[in-house]
């Protein structure tokens, strides 16, 4: 048993996603314990007394859950950074074999130790910095047996360190430089039986010069029968009409929406697909930041994650991350909240987010008493200590 004696606690509550306005609605209580069992929040009551199992948090909130990451990836691309910032464009790169194709070649050359190794320092960041639970993806194969490496890999991982992460299946990332783009849709399509032994979340590109929703309509409505949850690239590089089809099908998210209008507004909002917008890939490419306040003011639900990946966001750090929601997207530290925790569960099917009685909650303890203080001074690190699985990490 874990008592926590909490200065201050913010946290969603109730059921989820939070859509719109009710992003903004969070449980806050001063001088409060809470009394955790076997990763479980048995009770959240006035505080009494200290005692030996006391832990001491200025704030507590939930931990932190990003959305949207490409985590297992194999080395970087830090020669395109350089060419981006001296004027190269990121499609340019990509146009001209380098860019996704890149990190093919070397996903493709790595042994699943080898990913493993250099993914793993990552994951103590994400925990170091208050993040218990990630999305990752395959999408760097694009050959089954590759793809199936990157999958692997994310077991591997999920059994030797503390952050989970959620696979997601990429095949349709790029169309290989060796293919014919319906070629290799066909050859997705045949992987997926085996693909859902790793995964049950299938994801996509679809975007200018990549996967355009006509033609993987049939692959996605396949995927869909076998029991595949839907997740989109939409829309980042040029309105395809992305995010239409996603509402269409019942995709859980659509993630970017760098290009939508109101339209994608207006579908969005009344559907129970959750915009997924990563501000460190607006900020790391120069390009548009979504409109989160247009989404939440007309009723959508958003989850925030940090796309981190080699090439158009080697960023992860998620106070920084909340400081570009706070100032680009306009979001208010509630909903940014919401947004990184409950939201973020959602998309990821997962029992957390929500510091509340009956439920499985993992836990941040920050050392400042403001919410604020941590998208404010992004560069510091608040976290004090985490508790992931009942596992408490002091720092
Ligand atoms: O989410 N948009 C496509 N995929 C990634 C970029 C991957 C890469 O450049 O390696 C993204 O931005
Ligand atoms: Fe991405």
């Not at 090439?311 to 998620?318: A, E, H, L, Q, R």
Request: hydrophobic content about 40%; charged content about 25%; some cysteine.
């Amino acid at each position: 048993m874990i008592k926590i004696h909490a200065e201050h606690l913010i946290t969603p509550m109730g059921s989820s996603p939070k859509k719109g306005n009710e992003m903004r609605k969070l449980f806050e209580t001063f001088d409060t314990d809470i009394i955790i069992d076997k990763g479980k929040i048995l009770d959240i009551k006035k505080h009494k007394s200290h005692d030996d199992y006391t832990i001491e948090a200025k704030l507590v909130t939930p931990a932190l859950i990003d959305a949207h990451t490409h985590i297992p990836f194999y080395g970087k691309r830090a020669r395109e950074f350089y060419l981006r910032a001296r004027g190269k464009s990121y499609s340019e790169i990509f146009e001209q074999g380098g860019g996704i194709h890149n990190s093919v070649k070397m996903i493709r050359n790595a042994s699943i130790d080898e990913i493993v190794k250099q993914n793993i320092d990552y994951l103590k960041i994400f925990k170091r910095n208050g993040i218990c639970a990630i999305e990752g993806k395959s999408g760097y194969g694009l050959e089954k047996i590759n793809e199936l490496k990157q999958l692997k890999s994310i077991t591997v991982l999920n059994e030797i360190q503390d952050i989970k992460i959620i696979p997601t299946f990429l095949g349709l990332h790029a169309i290989p430089l060796e293919e014919n783009k319906n070629e290799y849709i066909k050859k997705v399509e045949s992987w997926l039986e085996d693909i859902k032994k790793f995964t049950n979340t299938i994801d996509v590109f679809c975007d200018k010069g990549v996967f355009l929703p006509d033609d993987i309509k049939e692959l996605f409505e396949s995927a869909k029968n076998k029991g595949f949850k839907i997740r989109f690239h939409a829309d980042e590089i040029e309105n395809v009409g992305a995010t239409k089809f996603a509402v269409k099908i019942g995709a859980v998210s659509a993630d970017h929406l760098l290009k939508i209008g109101d339209e994608e507004i207006e579908l969005l909002s009344n559907s129970n697909t959750i915009a997924t917008l990563m501000p460190g890939t607006s900020f790391y490419l120069g390009e548009p930041f979504a409109n989160a306040r247009k989404l939440i003011d007309n009723g959508a639900a958003i989850a925030l994650g940090s796309d981190f990946n080699p090439g158009s966001c080697p960023i992860f750090t998620p106070s920084f991350i909340m400081h570009l929601a706070l100032r680009f997207l306009k979001m208010e530290p509630e909903e940014i909240l919401t947004a990184y925790t409950l939201n973020s569960a959602y998309v990821l099917d997962i029992e957390n987010g929500k510091i509340e009685p009956g439920y499985k909650c993992d836990i941040a303890l920050w050392n400042t008493n403001e919410f604020l203080d941590i998208p404010y001074m992004f560069d510091q690190n608040f976290l004090k200590g985490i508790i992931i699985n009942g596992k408490v990490t002091m720092y």
